[in-house]
């Protein structure tokens, strides 16, 4: 349904430090996972994915954790750095189409 | 190079007129999606096609239309209909729908005036 006057969570973390945005999503037969970043005025980039057949994926600094019984996805961000900062959305494949998470707004302090 | 290309990348509008957003990818993509940003807010879905000739509304489809008459393209028309059209808009292809990751053209900003 509509989600107008919805904002999205912020996350504040200090350079240097690991950063955990949390996603829940929608549907238990959902098969596919991703997260994209994306900056402002920009079009979302993707950053990882994660198969429902596995619980953790890495990547360069970045790690995705899936939980299929409570239905969460999480990305961990090491040495998080002021480039970071962005708006990360989480997405589940469901019905032949991607269907995105509201989305967490990630602020890097120096 | 291989990529989806949005234009233009700021619209403006007056309001009662239709205005088309273009989409264009050279990624050999079957399917293609539009999905409408809000100012702080997340993405959703407005309208998406797995095939040529052939497309689905998504949550938000009201006051939009789409065509899919190229693999290449998936034009979206704002039309008077819709009540609140100042938004970015983005589009995303993938290869098959959903079951690999969506590449996001740059976005269109349109403002009613």
């Known amino acids: 349904g509509e989600s107008v006057g919805l904002h999205l969570p912020t996350l504040s973390v200090q350079e240097g430090d690991n950063s955990i945005i949390n996603c829940a999503y929608s549907n238990s037969a959902s098969d596919y996972f991703i997260w994209y970043k994306q900056e402002s005025g920009k079009g979302p980039q993707f950053i990882i994915d994660?198969?429902?057949?596995?619980d953790k994926r890495q990547g360069q600094r970045v790690t995705v954790l899936l939980n299929k019984t409570v239905k969460h996805l999480s990305l961990q961000i090491a040495a998080t750095q002021p480039g970071d900062s962005a708006v990360y959305f989480c997405a589940e494949e469901y019905g032949n189409k991607l269907v995105f998470g509201a989305g967490t707004i990630l602020r890097v302090k120096s | 190079d291989g990529g989806i290309t949005q234009s233009p990348k700021y619209l403006f509008r007056k309001e009662g007129q239709n205005v088309t957003l273009s989409c264009e990818q050279n990624?050999?993509?079957?399917?293609m999606y539009w999905y409408r940003q809000d100012p702080g807010q997340g993405l959703r879905l407005i309208y998406y096609?797995?095939?040529?000739?052939?497309?689905q509304k998504g949550d938000i489809a009201e006051g939009y239309s789409v065509s899919r008459e190229k693999k290449e393209s998936f034009p979206l028309t704002v039309t008077s209909a819709q009540k609140n059209p100042t938004a970015f808009y983005l589009c995303?292809?993938?290869?098959?729908?959903?079951?690999?990751?969506?590449?996001f053209g740059q976005g269109t900003r349109l403002t009613v005036v």
């Open positions: 096609s797995q095939i040529v000739n052939d497309f």
């Open positions: 994660i198969r429902s057949n596995m």
């Open positions: 990624l050999n993509h079957d399917a």
């Open positions: 995303a292809s993938s290869i098959l729908g959903g079951i690999t990751e969506a590449f």
